[in-house]
């Protein structure tokens, strides 16, 4: 199935440090979509993008629809424990109103 | 946000039968709805998408005669895996989309594992 290129894979951070993940693809993407998943539990939107070039806060989570509408980024300022998890970047193909998703960045804070 | 709940959360069935997943859309009416599947550690994968009243449209190597969709209702959509196998052990989630509305909103997923 298609997914898409999302980087880092994991990381391990400490407390307080800034995170930053991004995702890119050779599609074109009409919308694009930001989520958060703990274990067990299904993936929970943390932010949606509409428009090429659009950049859109959630508290400490920012994150920017690409130019070419084909990568997107999340940076989380002043990580917490709570912010463990995995995210999960998703775009609405085209004309349709299929996701794809990508890879999944397994985020660790360490206190 | 919209709330989709799926049920059953976990279940554990035997070799060669079947097991019925539903996804309900609680508060809205869900226009479509999307079912995928996630191996431990892996990303989601989308299986099929169904619009209520018609057909579903299954994504490449998902078999649709296992993996059986009905979208009876703007509510209520159901997957059922047909004679499983301990391969299709999996974690499985569904979305529903509002039309007019971009934002997909994800059920709580069902772990499935087939013994």
């Known amino acids: 199935g298609q997914q898409l290129n999302q980087s880092p894979q994991s990381m391990f951070i400490q407390e307080g440090e800034d995170v930053s993940m991004n995702c890119t693809s050779s599609?074109?993407?009409?919308?694009w979509l930001w989520y958060k998943q703990e274990p067990g539990e299904g993936p929970v939107l943390l932010i949606a993008l509409y428009k090429a070039g659009e950049l859109t806060s959630n508290g400490r989570l920012t994150a920017q629809f690409g130019i070419t509408r084909k990568d997107s980024f999340l940076n989380i300022s002043a990580s917490i424990p709570s912010d463990v998890g995995i995210y999960f970047c998703a775009g609405q193909l085209w004309g349709t109103y299929k996701y794809i998703f990508g890879t999944g960045t397994r985020l660790k804070v360490l206190a | 946000g919209a709330v989709v709940s799926q049920h059953p959360s976990r279940v554990i069935c035997k070799s060669g039968t079947s097991v019925k997943i539903e996804c309900r859309s609680l508060d809205f009416q869900a226009t479509t709805m999307f079912w995928y599947r996630q191996f431990p550690k892996q990303s989601l994968m989308l299986m099929a998408t169904?619009?209520?009243?018609?057909?579903?449209?299954?994504e490449q190597g998902v078999e649709k005669d296992k993996f059986l969709i009905n979208h009876a209702s703007l509510t209520l959509s159901t997957l059922t895996v047909t004679s499983a196998h301990p391969e299709d052990s999996s974690f499985y989630i569904c979305?529903?989309?509002?039309?007019?509305?971009?934002?997909?909103?994800f059920g709580q997923g069902t772990r499935l594992t087939v013994v």
């Open positions: 169904s619009n209520e009243g018609s057909k579903a449209t299954y």
């Open positions: 599609s074109i993407f009409n919308t």
């Open positions: 979305s529903a989309g509002l039309q007019g509305v971009t934002e997909a909103f």
